[in-house]
């Protein structure tokens, strides 16, 4: 009798043991976010699954409604495993572009880009400075008049006759306010403030996808900053232009490398939000018998093989291998992958990633998963690139907090 007692609770150890190594090992395995398609299963293996919302509560894995979900993850529908956050999103179809256009952005303000000083009467003085303005600073107003363009901040500091200005302007999101004096140049003979400011900016890059039927676009895959500062230009209007390559300067350890283009006259659509995740618009119009693809699901996107589609000269794009080194799908900061380009022809080319080419799409599995963003200095080769996902589900709830 006691050997059998003692073979029951070796039996039961041994049961207790398993169920709970099932269970810490779900708990660290299973993620913490999930992402899924609408109708579609929810992938916990063998283990159950329930929907902590009193409204989907059920113990399908299939879900039917698009929107955001608390899931209960358990052993044999009794043993508490996790919480997960479950993303149920529609499939959404775009088309793949990969073509070279020419940004031109007007900012909603003007950006100070550096201070100086005056040479007045009184000798060298910084009214900026005393004023405690700083570079990155984006001026709003001047004594309540709305400021658009550098050339009204200039007229309105040269006939103040040195008389205290008051400035409304936004720093890190905050809206502030400050007093600033002008001084008498004695050189150039009119009042200055010793500030240097940008209300506009330009350059290439490259379309990742449009919509068809609405006209919607990105391109980029991060945000148009000013040069001298680093801070993204806050946009107030803008448009995207035809653009053509002229030439490459290949990209070397140490050395980013550019596409050299130029741009036609012909406005292709319109800009409506510059942010980290890309440059968004509305296309005047599109290619209604193009081919539309599938933008991937995080969960859908693997290490291995991929093309990106480029253009990178004569004005034709084409498709070149890569490869998707690592995922970071939790990334805020669009680096959710780490890329290497294998093409020989491109790497012939242009020396791998270069200035220019951020926004090319990457496709992988017949669906797009991404665009490149960024390129590693000391490896040409290699870089970074944003999900799609992530492009077109923050480009639409920004554009829904603009509306209203």
Known sequence: ??????????????????????????????????YTLEGSDIDVGFYSCTFSDEQ????????????????????????????????????????????IIGLRMFTDGVMIVATDTVDSEKGAV??????????????????????????????????????????????????????????????EQRYKTGLWIRDSAAGIGTMTFYEKSTGFFASLGHAVCDIDTGEILPLSNGDIVDASISGCVKGKAGTAGELCGSFKNQSLGALFLNDGCGVFGYL???????????????SEIRTGSAQIIATVENESKAYYDIEIEKLNPDDKDGKN????????????????????????????????????????????????????????????????????
């Open 56 to 99: 989907t509560k059920n113990k399908s894995r299939a879900v039917s409604a698009v929107g955001e979900y608390k899931v209960n993850i358990s052993l044999f529908d009794k043993i508490p495993v996790k919480i997960s956050n479950l993303t149920v999103s529609n499939r959404r179809y775009v088309v793949p572009s990969g073509d």
């Open 284 to 298: 005047t119009k599109t290619d209604k018998t193009a081919e539309e693809i599938p933008i991937a699901l995080k």
């Open 1 to 34: 009798m006691k050997k059998i007692i003692k073979c029951f609770c070796c039996a039961l150890m041994s049961l207790c043991t398993l169920l709970m190594s099932a269970v810490v090992y779900g708990f660290y395995t299973l993620p913490d976010e999930m």
């Open 126 to 187: 910084n009214p900026s400075k005393s004023a405690r303005l700083e570079t990155g600073d984006v001026i709003r107003a001047i004594d309540g008049i709305k400021i658009e363009s550098s050339a009204q901040v200039e007229q309105l500091v040269a006939s103040s006759g040195g008389k205290t200005l008051r400035i409304e302007y936004t720093r890190n999101g905050a809206t502030l306010s400050a007093e600033i004096t002008p001084e008498y140049s004695v050189s």
């Open 337 to 404: 992958m780490i890329i290497k380009i294998k093409d020989a022809a491109l790497i012939e080319k242009t020396g791998g990633i270069v200035q220019g080419m951020s926004g090319s799409p990457i496709i992988q599995d017949g669906r797009l998963v991404g665009a490149v963003t960024h390129v590693f200095l000391n490896d040409p080769t290699r870089g970074y690139g944003i999900f799609a996902e992530t492009m077109l589900t923050h480009a639409r709830e920004a554009e829904m907090k603009q509306a209203g």
